[in-house]
């Protein structure tokens, strides 16, 4: 099959996070299984700069890769706001009928609307996963809602399928009046191969000037309210561990300021150390160092971190809000209230018991393996995809 993804961004701008992962794992699957993979994306390496100028093509791990210039407002709050790709409708016109399903990664974006339209004009198969985007947030809740208001129908009433990531994101699918017929539930996959060629253990440590012996926890992820590093400063701050050190790897995404606040008011520069954006091969190295993993969120659909850490066999502490937690709870994690005192409790409870905290890693592996595998998640997109693309003939647009 010939198969077109449009996504955000693209490696190397790993700022956007999970979903970039997301994209790479499950685009690298489906060209070793013999497809042909197309790669759009922004041509933006974070909210500030550009990987290069203009729109441009690269082949990275046999994907095609197609980054197109952008235009966007920099000063706009949250991961990204609205940005639009102007030479892709034209790209998309010329291109379409060459594949056989097109994949959005994403929602609420304006350059999603022509493909869409585009895709469904050539009777092409359009496959949405909004990665936890459905639900309307308090940041920026009016402006969503006006574009659910205005846009909604434009993004999301002709495509062929939409993919949620657990049953919390199938019921957001339905409130936004998705047939049910439509949605596929299928979890985020990881290949466990990203473990060969690791570095000894304690490098990341010693980079960093951490005793070889301190209880390290290691949030990874971007640092804003919704990733809820400042609930965790308030939360370390209570913890009863004087020896545990903190380690919060990732970009400001408009948070750092207040964290930073935070840790000089509770005299924490000693015990917490900011690395910026871990990339590439200093990622796993870090789960490697870490006692636990902790995801403090106000929300989030299905966090790669989290099975980044079930991969590396790194047991953790995470909040409710986490719409995976009930498939973590009492398996890999402690799952709390998104609070600083529970939060605090989860941490000092999980470092306190031993054998609790060795059942947990030990059931790491039998988790990646049974629910986080890439080989299971692509048979099943491949499924879906094949299912999808049986010939048809091109569909009249609505509005």
């Not at 985007?133 to 809740?141: D, G, I, K, R, Y």
């Not at 990646?368 to 692509?378: G, K, N, P, Y």
Request: charge should be neutral; proline fraction near 8%; hydrophobic fraction near 40%.
């Amino acid at each position: 099959m010939n198969i077109l993804h449009i996504t955000l961004g693209f490696y190397p701008a790993e700022s956007w996070g999970g979903p970039l992962k997301v994209v790479h794992h499950l685009c690298t699957s489906l060209v070793q299984r013999g497809h042909k993979v197309t790669v759009y994306c922004t041509n933006l390496l974070d909210k500030k700069h550009k990987i290069a100028p203009g729109t441009f093509e690269r082949e990275i791990d046999g994907i095609h890769v197609v980054y197109f210039d952008t235009w966007h407002l920099p000063w706009w709050p949250g991961v990204l706001g609205p940005f639009w790709m102007p030479d892709l409708p034209r790209t998309m016109a010329a291109n379409i009928t060459s594949f056989d399903v097109v994949h959005l990664h994403g929602y609420r974006s304006f350059s999603f609307i022509p493909a869409v339209r585009t895709a469904s004009q050539a009777g092409i198969p359009i496959v949405t996963q909004p990665h936890g985007a459905l639900q309307v947030l308090v940041s920026s809740f009016w402006l969503k809602r006006a574009y659910d208001q205005v846009f909604r129908r434009l993004e999301l009433e002709n495509i062929s399928a939409l993919i949620a990531l657990q049953e919390s994101e199938r019921q957001q699918a339905l409130l936004q009046g998705i047939p049910a017929e439509k949605i596929e539930i299928i979890p985020n996959g990881i290949d466990p191969s990203v473990r060969k060629n690791l570095p000894a253990p304690g490098g990341f440590r010693q980079r960093l000037g951490l005793p070889a012996d301190c209880p390290l926890i290691l949030f990874l992820g971007r640092i804003n309210p919704i990733k809820g590093p400042d609930l965790l400063i308030e939360a370390f701050a209570q913890l009863n561990r004087p020896d545990a050190r903190l380690v919060i790897a990732g970009p400001d995404d408009g948070l750092l300021g207040e964290v930073q606040r935070l840790i000089e008011h509770h005299h924490l520069q000693d015990r917490v150390t900011l690395t910026g954006l871990l990339s590439g091969p200093d990622v796993l190295p870090a789960y490697q160092d870490a006692d636990l993993f902790v995801l403090p969120s106000r929300f989030d659909a299905f966090p790669m971190t989290v099975v980044e850490a079930c991969l590396m066999g790194v047991p953790m502490v995470v909040t409710e809000e986490c719409k995976i937690a009930p498939l973590l709870k009492d398996q890999v994690a402690e799952v709390t209230p998104c609070e600083a005192g529970a939060f605090a409790s989860g941490m000092e409870r999980l470092l306190a018991d031993r054998p609790r905290y060795d059942q947990y890693k030990a059931n790491c592996g039998r988790l990646a393996a049974e629910m986080f595998s890439l080989e299971a998640v692509t048979d099943r997109v491949e499924t879906l995809y094949q299912r999808l693309s049986r010939p048809k003939s091109p569909v009249s647009i609505r509005g």
